[in-house]
């Protein structure tokens, strides 16, 4: 623990201080969320941050905390323990390294970073302040991923060859991530457009961009950062996945072709193990019919469901592996993600969705933008730790 964060913390019944930076619709889930916990979990959220004034407000009534617009104001505030951090993912990486510089621990919304690149440094800075930062792949506070790793290890499935694993929605004409356009945002006068662009390229305002951002390049990778980070995340943890050897990207704008934007509304990405399994995302955002989502081992199949998981025999070992049903603890939810941070603050408990983890779900991700951008089969250097044309 950072030696500032610590003496503030110093024992398990302290009072937590967060700060909130970005206030948009993710950012207000987490802040109705935590309001309902806020005296057995015993925080304050003492200050909120957006570049939107309207935002901003509206989440200082929710919390009570005071509203600041330069999310550098917030980390200048020394009674902060830890940072959420709820904006848009190319903003991810800059404010996590100014966080952690500023001593504060973090829950940074996935993905973690836009690049492996960012990821790599984040690992590098996290690990030299010594802070605890959870990455929001909520999932991960149920317990499914982790048992399921212990019956992999144990050799229960035999050699899994292959995790498949799916996220798909359907929408109407309007298309995927059509978030209302309020009107009452007025560049120049509530909101600072040139700051919430930060480093990605300068355009003239468009609404768009600022409410409906996942469709765009510039600042999310689509389907993959903002569904599939979630999946792939899990199968990482339950098969203990480092990154992957080589990957491809397919897909394309097959319904939605006269909605604005630029990322796929279909996309399947197919990744390469070293000696294994194949892991395969699939996802469209114009039919919401789901696919299983299996381990594949020689010996037996492992199937997530909504309330845990089950593990049935293949034909030929029948004898050998008997059917196992396991009922999940936990949940995909904010509340107890946050808590666990809380605890890893207060008592070094393990994080469910450590920067490591972030950075192994990043780099699966990436390589399949990348070569759905690209057209081309990509791979991972090793040496280096980036992602190069195969």
């Known amino acids: 623990m950072a030696a500032g964060s610590y003496m503030q913390v110093q024992g398990a019944n302290e009072r937590l201080r967060i700060g909130v930076i970005g206030c948009g619709g993710m950012a207000m889930h987490h802040m109705t969320s935590l309001m309902r916990i806020k005296e057995t979990a015993n925080f304050d959220i003492v200050n909120v941050c957006d570049i939107y004034d309207k935002r901003c407000g509206e989440a200082a009534k929710v919390t009570g905390g005071k509203a600041i617009k330069?999310?550098?104001r917030l980390l200048d505030n020394k009674d902060i323990d830890y940072v959420l951090i709820a904006t848009p993912e190319h903003w991810h990486f800059q404010m996590t390294m100014d966080a952690?510089?500023?001593?504060?621990?973090?829950?940074?919304?996935?993905?973690?970073?836009?690049?492996?690149?960012?990821?790599?440094?984040?690992v590098a800075r996290i690990k030299q302040k010594g802070l605890k930062m959870q990455v929001g792949v909520q999932g991960m506070s149920d317990?499914?991923?982790?048992?399921?790793?212990?019956?992999?290890?144990?050799?229960?499935?035999?050699?899994?060859?292959?995790?498949?694993?799916?996220y798909s929605r359907n929408h109407t004409a309007e298309g995927m991530w059509a978030y209302k356009i309020d009107d009452d945002a007025k560049p120049g006068v509530n909101l600072d457009w040139n700051a919430w662009l930060g480093k990605a390229p300068k355009r003239a305002w468009d609404p768009d961009r600022y409410f409906r951002w996942r469709r765009y390049w510039d600042y999310s990778g689509g389907i993959s950062t903002d569904l599939f980070i979630h999946r792939v995340t899990r199968i990482v943890k339950a098969l203990n996945l480092d990154f992957p050897e080589r990957g491809v990207g397919s897909g394309g704008i097959f319904q939605f072709k006269d909605v604005k934007g630029e990322v796929p509304d279909t996309f399947n990405i197919l990744l390469e193990y070293p000696g294994g399994p194949q892991v395969i995302l699939v996802s469209s955002m114009a039919n919401d019919t789901p696919v299983e989502h299996v381990l594949r081992g020689h010996k037996a199949t492992l199937t997530f469901n909504r309330t845990g998981f089950t593990i049935k025999p293949q034909g030929?070992?029948?004898?050998?592996?008997?059917e196992i049903n396991h009922k999940k603890s936990g949940a995909e939810e904010v509340t107890l993600h946050h808590r666990n941070l809380h605890a890893a603050i207060r008592?070094?408990?393990?994080?469910?969705?450590?920067?490591?983890?972030?950075?192994?779900?990043v780099v699966a991700c990436a390589m399949g933008v990348e070569s759905f951008r690209k057209r081309k089969y990509m791979k991972w250097d090793k040496a280096k730790e980036r992602i190069v044309n195969a």
Request: proline share 3%.
């Open 143 to 166: 317990d499914s991923y982790e048992i399921a790793r212990k019956y992999v290890q144990d050799g229960i499935l035999g050699t899994v060859v292959v995790a498949q694993i799916d």
């Open 70 to 72: 330069d999310y550098r």
């Open 347 to 361: 008592s070094n408990e393990a994080l469910k969705c450590d920067v490591n983890l972030g950075y192994r779900a």
């Open 100 to 122: 952690a510089d500023a001593g504060k621990h973090i829950y940074c919304e996935k993905p973690m970073t836009q690049t492996p690149e960012q990821s790599k440094r984040v």
């Open 316 to 322: 030929l070992f029948s004898k050998e592996v008997k």
